[in-house]
């Protein structure tokens, strides 16, 4: 029994001493007002010793003027909730919420009272201000990227392996599943992700590209899932949310997924198995609900065979495999492209240049390695020069020599006789270049990035 006792003291004791640290005010009264107890916030608050206000009443509390009324006394003669803003001796205004207590038989046995200065709500109602700005802040940075994302994406395709797969795409957008988008750079990954979302069940909420290969590996985690204030150096000191916890009931489009590192491909497989959020510094667990597309122009499985991707990963993320092919096997799509682009930068210039009959043909005989972004970088070239730089000059006319490499072998399959053809007029780039990668991938019209993959692919040496 006695143990029983020293148990219930322990934990009065325990219960006291936190709500001593309370930032607002306690105070609790019997049914005649009397004080039963004060936490030691109110007592500083309200200028009194702790004896002095045990050996008072809520009414002594008003007539001897350290209060100008009392939410406790509107309790004692409703025996309803009060919500009251008072004045204390200081000169300072409160807000007070005091509330009856009732026994088991429903009879009011004591009345608890809660108040706050006015600083402490000035406080909060700042705090909830600016995170409510930060929030306004984000939500229109993300509707802005989604937006801009609506107006500059759009569908130009006259190839029919190309509209089979919209087609395909505009279906299996309305499901939740994963999908993977592989192909070259410049292909028009980012194209068919914007599609497949803005035909989806979420085309109203966020849909956020993200290029994982521009993400620094020290940064990823704390983009993709945030952080608390104070958790790292130089960390904001408002926290941060991460793109997984901003993209809640949207889409996630993860670009250049086969650049994560090791560590993020696992995060990566945690989250997509259970849509758990977890900020750096932080212990709460955040649940949200993304759509994931990602996007890559390498190949996955021979990661997984060699170990740089993880199997399990690329399993969860393959459930809805596309392959988007290239610019030089979708010739239809080249001359409706050119045109797209030639009307486009005409306008956006105000110039009203046109393609010679020649230029059409070299458009169709180019292999194209940089797909529609080097296209349309050419084709503004163009049409900044007003018609005065010739187009894909310097890079369709080969010499006799180079010429002779499609034309001596004609046992090949097409597909062989181009890999065969760009290998050697990769490499004949590069040795004009002096092997200087950037300035070859210029001269291509392709990004340093796509040249190196190119090179591997080919086992391209000086």
Same mark, same amino acid.
């Given at each position: 029994?006695?143990?029983?006792?020293?148990?219930?003291?322990?934990?009065?004791?325990?219960?006291? $001493?936190?709500?001593?640290?309370?930032?607002?005010?306690?105070?609790?009264?019997?049914?005649?007002?009397?004080?039963?107890?004060?936490?030691?916030?109110?007592?500083?608050?309200?200028?009194?010793?702790?004896?002095?206000?045990?050996?008072?009443?809520?009414?002594?509390?008003?007539?001897?003027?350290?209060?100008? $009324? /009392?939410?406790?006394?509107?309790?004692?003669?409703?025996?309803?909730? /009060?919500?009251?803003?008072?004045?204390?001796?200081?000169?300072?205004? @409160?807000?007070?919420?005091?509330?009856?207590?009732?026994?088991?038989?429903g009879k009011m046995e004591y009345i608890i009272a809660f108040s706050y200065d006015e600083s402490f709500m000035s406080e909060l109602q700042n705090e909830l201000r600016?995170?409510?700005?930060?929030?306004?802040?984000?939500?229109?940075?993300?509707?802005?990227?989604?937006?801009?994302?609506? *107006?500059?994406?759009?569908?130009?395709?006259?190839?029919?392996?190309?509209?089979? &797969?919209?087609?395909?795409?505009?279906?299996?957008?309305?499901?939740?599943?994963?999908?993977?988008?592989?192909?070259?750079?410049?292909?028009?990954?980012?194209?068919?992700?914007?599609? @497949?979302?803005?035909?989806?069940?979420?085309?109203? !909420?966020?849909?956020?590209?993200?290029?994982?290969?521009?993400?620094?590996?020290?940064?990823?985690? /704390?983009?993709?899932?945030?952080?608390? $204030? +104070?958790?790292?150096?130089?960390?904001?000191?408002?926290?941060? *949310?991460?793109?997984?916890?901003?993209?809640?009931?949207?889409?996630?489009? #993860?670009? !250049?997924?086969?650049?994560?590192?090791?560590?993020?491909?696992?995060? #990566?497989?945690?989250?997509?198995?259970? +849509?758990?959020?977890?900020?750096?510094?932080?212990?709460?667990?955040?649940?949200?609900?993304?759509? %994931?597309? =990602? =996007?890559?122009?390498?190949?996955?499985?021979?990661?997984?065979?060699?170990?740089?991707? $993880?199997?399990?990963?690329?399993?969860?993320?393959? @459930?809805?495999?596309?392959? &988007?092919?290239?610019?030089?096997?979708?010739?239809?799509?080249?001359? =409706?492209?050119?045109?797209?682009?030639?009307?486009?930068?005409?306008?956006?210039?105000?110039?009203?240049?046109?393609?010679?009959?020649?230029? @059409?043909?070299?458009?169709?005989?180019? /292999?194209?390695?940089?797909?529609?972004?080097?296209?349309?970088?050419?084709? !503004?070239?163009?049409?900044?020069?007003?018609?005065?730089?010739?187009?894909?000059?310097?890079? %369709?006319?080969?010499?006799?020599?180079? =010429?002779?490499?499609?034309?001596?072998?004609?046992?090949?399959?097409?597909?062989?006789?181009?890999?065969?053809?760009?290998?050697?007029?990769?490499?004949?780039?590069?040795?004009?270049?002096?092997?200087?990668?950037?300035?070859?991938?210029?001269?291509?019209? %392709?990004?340093?990035?796509?040249?190196?993959?190119?090179?591997?692919?080919?086992?391209?040496?000086?």
């Amino acid at each position: 029994m006695r143990q029983v006792e020293n148990k219930n003291c322990k934990t009065l004791e325990m219960l006291k $001493r936190c709500l001593d640290y309370y930032y607002g005010n306690i105070l609790i009264s019997d049914v005649s007002g009397k004080i039963l107890y004060v936490n030691d916030t109110l007592v500083k608050s309200y200028g009194l010793t702790m004896e002095k206000a045990l050996s008072m009443s809520v009414y002594d509390l008003v007539t001897e003027g350290v209060l100008d $009324r /009392s939410a406790v006394i509107n309790v004692l003669e409703t025996g309803e909730a /009060s919500l009251t803003k008072i004045g204390i001796s200081s000169g300072a205004k @409160i807000d007070c919420v005091a509330k009856p207590v009732y026994n088991d038989d429903g009879k009011m046995e004591y009345i608890i009272a809660f108040s706050y200065d006015e600083s402490f709500m000035s406080e909060l109602q700042n705090e909830l201000r600016i995170e409510k700005k930060k929030n306004e802040e984000i939500k229109d940075t993300l509707l802005f990227i989604q937006q801009a994302n609506k *107006k500059y994406r759009p569908i130009i395709t006259a190839d029919d392996q190309m509209k089979n &797969i919209f087609d395909s795409m505009s279906y299996l957008a309305k499901t939740d599943s994963s999908i993977i988008l592989y192909g070259e750079s410049g292909v028009g990954k980012d194209v068919l992700a914007n599609y @497949i979302h803005n035909n989806s069940l979420r085309k109203n !909420e966020i849909f956020i590209p993200v290029n994982c290969s521009a993400i620094p590996n020290e940064l990823m985690e /704390s983009e993709f899932f945030g952080y608390e $204030r +104070g958790s790292f150096t130089g960390a904001d000191k408002n926290g941060h *949310k991460g793109i997984f916890e901003m993209g809640n009931g949207g889409t996630v489009f #993860l670009d !250049e997924i086969g650049d994560l590192s090791a560590l993020m491909q696992a995060k #990566l497989l945690r989250f997509l198995d259970s +849509g758990e959020v977890k900020r750096i510094g932080s212990t709460n667990i955040i649940y949200t609900d993304v759509r %994931i597309i =990602a =996007a890559t122009n390498k190949n996955l499985k021979a990661m997984v065979d060699n170990g740089t991707f $993880r199997e399990d990963l690329y399993y969860r993320l393959n @459930i809805i495999p596309v392959y &988007i092919p290239p610019l030089r096997e979708r010739q239809d799509d080249i001359g =409706a492209l050119a045109n797209y682009y030639l009307k486009e930068y005409n306008q956006k210039y105000d110039h009203n240049v046109q393609f010679t009959d020649s230029q @059409i043909k070299m458009l169709y005989e180019y /292999s194209w390695p940089g797909n529609i972004r080097e296209l349309r970088n050419e084709i !503004e070239r163009y049409v900044i020069t007003d018609g005065n730089v010739d187009i894909l000059i310097n890079r %369709i006319a080969p010499t006799e020599e180079k =010429a002779s490499v499609v034309k001596s072998d004609t046992s090949a399959d097409l597909r062989t006789a181009k890999d065969k053809f760009e290998k050697d007029y990769i490499k004949n780039v590069l040795e004009e270049c002096d092997w200087k990668v950037q300035k070859a991938a210029e001269r291509l019209g %392709i990004h340093r990035s796509v040249l190196y993959t190119k090179i591997e692919k080919y086992n391209i040496k000086k």
